[in-house]
Structure formats: C-alpha cells, structure tokens
C-alpha cells in the first residue's frame, strides 16, 4: 500500500513537471556548421530520456553477452558438482556393501566430475584396498599427501600399510611426519608408541604412554627396559626407580636399584632396597642378591635372619632360612623350618629337594636314609613345580625376566608364576588363600 502511494506521487510529480515545461515554452538550439535544429524544451528533454534508456539497454546487453560464458561454466559447475556428489554417496554405500568394484566404478565417475579432492582421494584409496590393489591405493594416499588439506589423511594410510608390512623404519618416518601435520593427534601417539613397542625402542614407548594408560607392573616393565636401553646413567638409575615405584613387587626392578645403590658406595642402602622389596614380595634372585657377599655360612644364616624379618611365615622365607641354616650345618633349625613349610601345605618342589639334601646329611647312605630319599621325592614328583618367569600371553617360560618375549613377541608379559599356594594370615581362619 505504501509503495503504490508513493508511486502514485511520483506519477504525479512527472506529470507536473511535463506541463509546466510545456507551459514555460522555449526551444533548445543545436548548430553545428550550417547545419541547425532547433526543438522543443520538453522535447529535447523527452529526447535525452529516451537516449539514455536506449544507451543503458544497449551496455545492459553487451555486459550480458561477455558474461554469458561464465553463467554457462557456473552452471555446468553446478551440475558437476551435484552429480558428483551423488556419484560419491553412491560409492560410499557401495563400500559399505563391500562391493569394491562398483565403489571405483562411482569414484572413477566422482572424479571425473569433482576433480581430485581430498574425499574423492580418500575414497579411491579405501576402494582399491579393498579390492586388494595396495599400489594404486598408496598411490592415491600419496597424492593427497601432495595436498596440504589432505596431507594427514594420506599419512594415515601409508603409515597403516608401512606397519601392515612391518616395515618399521618407513612406519616410523611417516609416523613422525603425521605428528608434524598434525600435532597432538591422539592416534599419532597412540600408534608411535605401538611402533616403539615394535621395534623394542622401550625409552620412546615409556616417553610416548600417559603415566594413567600403562600402571602397576606393565609400566614396571617399560620403565627398566627403558633403563636397560639407557646409556646415561643418572637417567638410567632414574628410569630404574620409577620402575619401582610403580610396582615395589617387581623384583628385576629392585635389584636393579640395589645394584646401582652397591656401585655407587651405598651398600647398607642397597640391603634396605633388598630387605624392602622381599617384605613386599619375597623373590629368590632377591635372596641370591643379598647373600651373596657372604661367605661365612653361619654369617649368611644372620643375613637370611634379617632379610626375612618382616615376612618370615612366607613359603620363600623358610625355604631361604632352611636352605641357609642346613648349608651351615644347622640341621636341626633347617628340619624345623622345611618340616613347617612341608606341613603348611604351602611347599613346593624346592622344599621336597631340600629335605631330601637334608636327610641325606643326617642319615647318609643307610637304609632309613635312602627310605627317606625315596619318600621326599615322591613327594617332590607330586609338588607344585617351583615359581619361574612365565610370559602369560603364550605360556613360554623363561629362565630370567625380559622385557619381551621372543616366543610370541609380547612385551611386558614376563611374570613371575607358580609355585604352591600362599596361605593369607589374615584370612587364615575362612580358609582364604592368594597366589604366590
């Protein structure tokens, strides 16, 4: 309503304007030459509107021509895209199918259409990897490391082909360009510490796992391998304690620490080391370490005496004071001692062998001797076998801990297994018991 007002008052101010200049008269005096015209005020005025109307349309249709090859491109861009994309819905849902051959007749189309961008790329190498054609799909992984937007996605697929074919140090490479691409991208991390696990760099896999992802005695594990790799030694002794601090069970890693307590002057703190770790989990090669510089048998009994103070009704700790005290010659405390661990039920093999040494030394070579020796090793057949460092991903034993198992290529799954039950004092009574 408000425009056709205003229209309305237009019309009429055009309309006024028209009569008055008639009204006023005059004419307008052209002369060029001899030549002369002479017109109207209101014509000539009439003639100036109708020129520049007729100018405007003749620029208004020239400005039109020169754009017309541009509409024309414009619009068949459109279609392009249009078909493309559906072209690439249609490959999407034949990958989804499983039907890689008609996803790359789609994507060949997709192309055609789109040009090479970054998901027509991507989904060229994802067909030909599914129909079983890893050349042409890192090929178009490369081309779209060529391209700065699509650079980590071609890093992510020939890195994932380099591990497929365990090629390590390319898989490592590219796993460091895909870092650079892209910084803080969890699965960078998470697939660079899956490499250093691979290739036994354990100083990265350490470096490269959050101290919540890898706890207790798998990060244990990590920590001395890493130690082991270590040439520094402040670093090395640094990455030793961490390992025991995150599993004060872990016996490889106490003696590491003790070790390296002896060799820098601090033997007294190397036996507390020891003394600590046998309360926490008792370990024959933790009562090997402490012994060890004892000559003296009735000396190493003391030492057996101190080291198994805290944790003396465990089966390590009478099977140690047994052993010690019958070395010394101290039958008696040692039959008191593998006669306890015996009767607890908590023996194992060891303890068996043992009594066997033992009444070999107090009856010798006699009739009730050899009775005994026979018994004793009956017992022995039908014992526990002894504890031993087990990798618990294939069962294969080993003779001392290792960061890996080269059995099944495992890291971190080396454990100390077996032997007879641990009765819990605290639960003694319910009847309660835990693995020792």
Not at 101 to 121: F, Y
Not at 215 to 234: I, V, Y
Request: proline share 5%; glycine share 8%; aromatic share 4%.
């Amino acid at each position: 309503m408000l425009r056709a007002i205003w229209l309305l008052i237009l019309l009429a101010l055009g309309v006024w304007a028209a009569l008055f200049l008639r009204q006023m008269g005059g004419n307008v005096e052209i002369s060029v030459g001899q030549t002369f015209i002479g017109i109207p005020v209101w014509l000539g005025l009439l003639a100036l509107v109708v020129g520049f109307v007729v100018l405007h349309g003749i620029l208004s249709a020239w400005k039109s021509l020169r754009g017309w090859p541009a509409r024309m491109r414009a619009r068949r861009a459109e279609r392009h895209r249009r078909d493309g994309d559906a072209a690439v819905t249609r490959a999407l849902v034949a990958l989804a199918a499983g039907t890689p051959d008609q996803a790359r007749t789609e994507i060949r189309r997709a192309r055609s259409l789109l040009g090479d961008t970054p998901h027509t790329l991507l989904l060229t190498a994802e067909a030909e990897r599914m129909a079983g054609r890893n050349d042409a799909a890192n090929e178009a992984f490369r081309a779209l490391v060529a391209r700065e937007d699509g650079k980590f996605l071609g890093l992510r697929g020939l890195l994932r082909d380099a591990m497929q074919r365990e090629d390590w140090p390319t898989a490592q490479r590219l796993a460091r360009e895909a870092e650079a691409a892209q910084p803080g991208a969890e699965w960078v991390k998470t697939e660079r510490a899956a490499l250093a696990l691979r290739t036994r760099d354990w100083r990265e896999a350490l470096a490269l796992s959050p101290p919540g992802q890898l706890t207790g005695h798998r990060r244990a594990a990590l920590a001395l391998a890493a130690a082991m790799q270590e040439p520094d030694a402040t670093k090395a002794a640094t990455l030793e304690k961490e390992a025991l601090s995150a599993d004060p069970r872990f016996a490889p890693a106490a003696l590491a620490v003790a070790r390296r307590q002896a060799a820098e002057g601090s033997p007294r703190r190397a036996k507390t080391t020891l003394q600590t770790a046998w309360t926490a989990a008792p370990h024959p090669d933790l009562a090997t370490a402490y012994l060890g510089e004892e000559v003296d048998a009735l000396a190493r009994v003391k030492s057996a005496e101190a080291l198994t103070h805290d944790n003396r009704g465990h089966p390590e700790s009478r099977l140690v004071l047994g052993r010690t005290a019958l070395a010394a010659g101290l039958t008696g405390r040692a039959r008191a001692e593998l006669e306890g661990l015996v009767s607890s039920g908590q023996a194992d093999r060891r303890a068996y062998l043992a009594m066997v040494d033992m009444d070999a030394v107090e009856l010798g070579d006699s009739a009730a001797g050899r009775a005994a020796e026979a018994k004793w090793l009956r017992l022995a057949a039908a014992a526990p076998p002894e504890p031993r460092w087990q990798c618990l991903s294939c069962g294969t034993a080993h003779k001392a801990w290792e960061p890996l198992c080269e059995s099944c290529g495992t890291p971190g799954r080396i454990e100390w297994t077996g032997g007879a039950p641990v009765v819990d004092p605290g639960a003694a009574k319910g009847g309660a018991v835990a693995t020792a």
